[in-house]
């Protein structure tokens, strides 16, 4: 069965579960389109990264990329698991202080941090700047002049490494938008800077080289070109990182041609790389910081909807249209992202007909998964769409001016709304009208 490949179990009613909640229940009670979580499931992805590193017995941060999925109470989980958290903007930042996520614990990252960005997080004292470009340097020493304080700040460099992703997520390549590039001196003119400045603590470097990533070897090989820089750092200059960041982009499992790596293999390879280079070095073992998040999220996430009409073209195609689409999922219209979904109500049916699933955009690019089989299909089944956890609710739009869907945890059998459903209230609340 097709569950067979995702965290999901189906109930003696043949429906669909969560965390031992009827999935159909649930879209009676909240409706459709619907994010479920398992939260079961996120814990335990949190734990099989934390519990590595602890077992290996070195220093690291596991931070969850907040931009895959950032609510109030999926901050308030990675902070009961002991996670630390990566922002990228002064509205996930905001929301992670509302979640009373601890500050010494946040590192801010993006590559345009616009002035009051970088005011609101060192006003707040976070733990870690993630510095991406000359002109963020004169940001950050103008408000930490003015406000006579300090901040730790990482580099962020670009090792010139292509990872096998799609191209919109491939981050490491010479010719990004992020970061310092190690090649053609940008990086060595940063470190002097940030290093002879004494309002910033500069710990070490940080690296992201794409997302989606099925092997180790790209990592692997960027943690050699940046303890190559190192080594020319600490000859040249006696420095010492304190920290050695390698990002995240750990893939997961969207649909059964995907074979991630188990995570804990990703992060002994890397733990036993980054002991190797810098005993050939002569330096301490930095702490490792990786970063999460599609990993955390992805495959403890689907997504309800309700079948609306079903086309079929003879000889050609059998269509089902559901009540979402690109508004809930933008991947399969931006990256061309495949997943595998089940009628929640029908989950013990074996698979009788090969169909293709609309979302309800006016777009003829809005399919949502091709070529699904499912059993016979009829008008208000509920299909489930699995591994949408990160980048689901995250990227979720008002385009055709659909409401935002709702978000409900479960747990232990138990489930709580987190995200209240859009209204249409909601989406005209600042408009203003024309006189």
Not at 13 to 30: I, P
Not at 55 to 72: D, E, M, P, W
Not at 93 to 110: C, D, R, S, W
């Amino acid at each position: 069965m097709i569950t067979d490949n995702h965290p999901f179990k189906v109930n003696s009613a043949g429906h669909l579960e969560a965390s031992g909640v009827d999935l159909v229940q649930l879209a009676e009670t909240y409706g459709t389109p619907l994010y479920v979580y398992d939260v079961a499931i996120i814990r335990e992805n949190c734990r099989n990264f934390i519990r590595t590193f602890e077992n290996l017995g070195v220093r690291a941060q596991v931070a969850y990329a907040s931009k895959a999925f950032s609510t109030i109470a999926m901050l308030q989980v990675m902070n009961q698991e002991g996670m630390s958290l990566d922002v990228v903007s002064q509205g996930e930042l905001y929301t992670a202080l509302q979640a009373e996520f601890p500050v010494n614990k946040i590192h801010m990252h993006g590559n345009n941090k616009s002035l009051e960005e970088l005011t609101m997080a060192i006003d707040h004292d976070i733990g870690c700047i993630v510095v991406d470009n000359f002109h963020e340097i004169e940001l950050i020493e103008r408000i930490l002049r003015d406000k006579n304080k300090t901040i730790d700040v990482l580099m962020r460099v670009t090792p010139g490494i292509e990872s096998n992703t799609h191209r919109y997520i491939m981050t490491g390549n010479e010719d990004s938008k992020f970061g310092f590039n190690l090649s053609n001196g940008q990086a060595d003119q940063a470190f002097l800077r940030l290093r002879n400045n004494p309002s910033i603590h500069f710990k070490g470097l940080h690296a992201h080289i794409g997302s989606q990533l099925f092997e180790t070897e790209g990592m692997l090989l960027t943690a050699e070109l940046l303890f190559k820089k190192l080594d020319c750092w600490h000859t040249d200059y006696g420095f010492i990182p304190d920290v050695l960041n390698l990002g995240g982009g750990f893939g997961i499992r969207y649909t059964k041609e995907d074979e991630p790596l188990p995570y804990p293999e990703f992060v002994k390879e890397l733990t036993s790389a980054v002991k190797e280079h810098a005993s050939s070095i002569g330096i301490p073992m930095p702490e490792i910081w990786i970063e999460p998040g599609r990993a955390i999220a992805g495959n403890a996430g689907l997504t309800l909807y309700t079948v609306g009409s079903i086309k079929e073209v003879p000889g050609v195609r059998n269509y089902i249209a559901v009540d979402g689409g690109m508004t809930d999922n933008l991947r399969p219209a931006l990256y061309q992202a495949t997943y595998e979904g089940v009628l929640a109500n029908k989950a013990s049916a074996t698979a009788s007909d090969t169909v293709s699933v609309a979302g309800k955009c006016c777009e003829s690019g809005d399919m949502l998964i091709w070529d699904l089989p499912l059993p016979d299909v009829d008008e208000n089944d509920i299909l489930a769409v699995f591994s949408t956890g990160a980048y689901g609710y995250a990227m979720a739009n008002n385009y055709n001016r659909f409401p935002k869907p709702a978000v409900v945890f479960a747990e232990n059998g138990s489930a709580q709304l987190v995200v209240r459903r859009e209204t249409y209230h909601d989406m005209v609340k600042n408009d203003i009208s024309y006189e």
